[in-house]
């Protein structure tokens, strides 16, 4: 089998794939110059070439450690510092709901089923994300933690009322959520110029807007935005595959007599965090 490695730098953006020859791509990382060239309304070729320069070797290089991870699913909302295979730093986590969580219960709210997520989403789309005056739990906290239950709560409210449109409701709360995962993941960035990409994860990774709005942010802080494609966003068994590979690449493995753990923390150091219901 042929390793191919292609570069892409023929306009505004800055891309690099590795495929095989029997077809299947591995890799692929595009890094966007809207930045740059935003000033003056259209893209500068001259602009264009140095900002190329700049990006090939760090997409390139884009498997690379450290990076800053958003961990959004149905069980866990965390900001991570991955440091390498098997060594996270945690920065934040959520004091009581995780955020897919979130969108599942605003999805029951609604009367649209389970899983919730995909169903929002899609109702979002025909509604007014300012519609409904909903809070952002913890937005301008020091510390980026995150919560979503009075938010959960406030959706309860605005449903009872009976004085919004499903829809306004569904884009309202995705929008908070939006506003929630910007503001704490731009803190998280401050934190840790050491990063070499923000990367999303997890099953509310799949989610337009978010990934909308997280490309932008790390745009803003001049990061290489990295997210799986849609059908690798939920739950997978690439994913256990691929981190096997990478551990025990490592050196790393476990006895069959492994003991089953409900919970597996990804950062054992990190302390809980004191919430309205704590989640280490
Ligand atoms: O990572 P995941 O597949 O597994 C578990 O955590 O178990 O995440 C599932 C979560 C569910 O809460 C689901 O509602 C949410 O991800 N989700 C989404 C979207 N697709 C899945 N949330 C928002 N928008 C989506 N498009």
């Known amino acids: ?8 730098s023929s ?24 930045a740059e060239h935003r000033p003056y309304g259209g893209v500068v070729p001259e602009i264009a070439a140095r900002a190329h320069v700049d990006r090939l070797a760090p997409i390139v290089e884009g498997v690379r450690f450290p990076y800053l991870l958003l961990l959004v699913s149905g069980g866990h909302c965390q900001l991570l510092l991955v440091r390498g295979v098997d060594d996270y730093r945690r920065l934040a986590t959520t004091i009581d709901d995780a955020a897919g969580e979130a969108f599942d219960k605003t999805a029951k709210l609604l009367g649209l089923g389970y899983p919730g997520g995909p169903a929002v989403e899609r109702l979002a789309a025909d509604g007014d994300p300012h519609a409904v ?19 959960k709560s406030a959706v309860a409210r605005a449903v009872a009322s009976g004085a919004h449109r499903p829809a306004d409701v ?22 840790c110029p050491e990063a070499t990409a923000f990367v999303v994860a997890g099953g509310v990774a799949a989610n337009g807007a978010i990934r909308a709005a997280l ?9 290489l935005f990295v997210a799986p494609p849609l059908w690798l966003c939920t739950d997978n068994g690439a994913m256990i595959a691929w981190a096997g590979v990478e551990r025990f690449a490592a050196g790393l493995s476990d006895p069959l007599d492994t003991a089953a753990r409900p919970r597996w923390p990804l950062d054992p150091a990190a302390e809980a965090v004191r919430g309205a219901g704590v989640k280490a």
Not at 2 to 8: A, D, K, R, V
Not at 138 to 150: M, R, W
Not at 179 to 190: H, T
Request: charged share 20%.
């Open 11 to 34: 306009c505004d953006e800055t891309a690099a794939a590795l495929v095989t020859d029997d077809r299947r791509i591995l890799a692929h990382r595009v890094a966007g110059q809207e």
């Open 170 to 191: 569904a884009a309202s709360f995705q929008q908070a959520v939006v506003d929630c995962l910007i503001d704490r993941s731009r803190i998280a960035l401050a934190a």
């Open 133 to 151: 005056p909903l809070p952002r739990p913890l937005v301008g906290s020091a510390e980026p933690h995150f919560s979503f239950a009075g938010l």
């Open 1 to 8: 089998m042929s390793l191919i490695l292609g570069l892409e």
């Open 215 to 223: 490309t932008g942010l790390a745009a803003a802080f001049d990061k």
